[in-house]
């Protein structure tokens, strides 16, 4: 149990287009779920944190405009890279957290690309 | 502020070798303290967690002890195996209901 699925796995988009990545908890209902990003080498860096139906938190220095959180439903969250530009090229992690249980289960990422 | 530090990697060692990743932290108060594992092509797994000072956890094989006095939380096997070569994340949460800070990661290669 405890299964967080992302979708795409991986996915290269041209520079100024926009990228939706998906976050889905398969086998139960994630009351926060968490967005992170990982450079090489570097450790998984918070970039918000969101409650369904409410508006995600942007950690400090993440651009909100950019970077569109949408928890729509208690399995599925979204981050969508708005205008995308090569910089923005990572690994984005998704986690989720189940209820009261403070520990966060964490999705197999998805490698973006922007060229 | 809160960080976590853990030694550069990759580890290469030979299967039935003994392990120890090091990590230290910094933080303000009490944190929870992690060992996180991401086997290839799959997410972070919680490998074990302490909660307290002087608390070890322990899991498939792997333990930490919780040291206040060092602010550190080593991980160590005492016979590690192939099926163990993955990337080993540190991270603490200053708060249990707080976001998880992470180390840069400690990849682990095991040769047969």
């Known amino acids: 149990g405890a299964v967080v699925s992302q979708h795409p796995s991986w996915v290269i988009c041209k520079s100024g287009t926009s990228v939706k990545i998906e976050c889905r908890s398969l086998?139960?209902?994630?009351?926060?779920m968490f967005w992170y990003r990982q450079f090489p080498k570097q450790s998984l860096m918070l970039m918000a944190t969101?409650?369904?139906?409410?508006?995600?938190?942007?950690e400090q220095g993440v651009e909100k405009d950019k970077f569109l959180i949408n928890h729509a439903s208690l399995t599925l969250s979204t981050l969508t890279v708005t205008s995308a530009h090569p910089e923005d090229s990572s690994f984005y992690i998704c986690?989720?957290?189940?209820?009261?249980?403070?520990?966060?289960?964490f999705g197999p990422g998805t490698r973006l690309t922007v060229t | 502020g809160n960080s976590v530090t853990q030694m550069e990697g990759p580890v290469t060692l030979s299967e039935e070798a003994f392990l120890t990743i090091n990590c230290t932290y910094t933080?303000?108060?009490?944190?929870?303290l992690f060992w996180y594992v991401q086997y290839p092509g799959e997410g972070l797994q919680l490998l074990l967690k302490?909660?307290?000072?002087?608390d070890k956890g322990s899991n498939k094989g792997f333990e930490a002890t919780y040291r206040k006095e060092t602010t550190s939380f080593h991980l160590e096997k005492g016979s590690v195996q192939v099926s163990d070569s993955a990337v080993y994340f540190c991270?603490?949460?200053?708060?249990?209901?707080?976001?998880?800070?992470f180390g840069k990661g400690t990849r682990l290669h095991i040769l047969p």
């Open positions: 086998d139960f209902q994630a009351t926060t």
């Open positions: 969101s409650n369904e139906g409410s508006k995600a938190t942007y």
């Open positions: 302490a909660t307290k000072a002087d």
């Open positions: 986690s989720a957290k189940r209820g009261l249980d403070y520990e966060q289960y």
């Open positions: 991270a603490l949460s200053p708060n249990r209901d707080d976001k998880i800070i």
């Open positions: 933080a303000t108060g009490y944190p929870s």
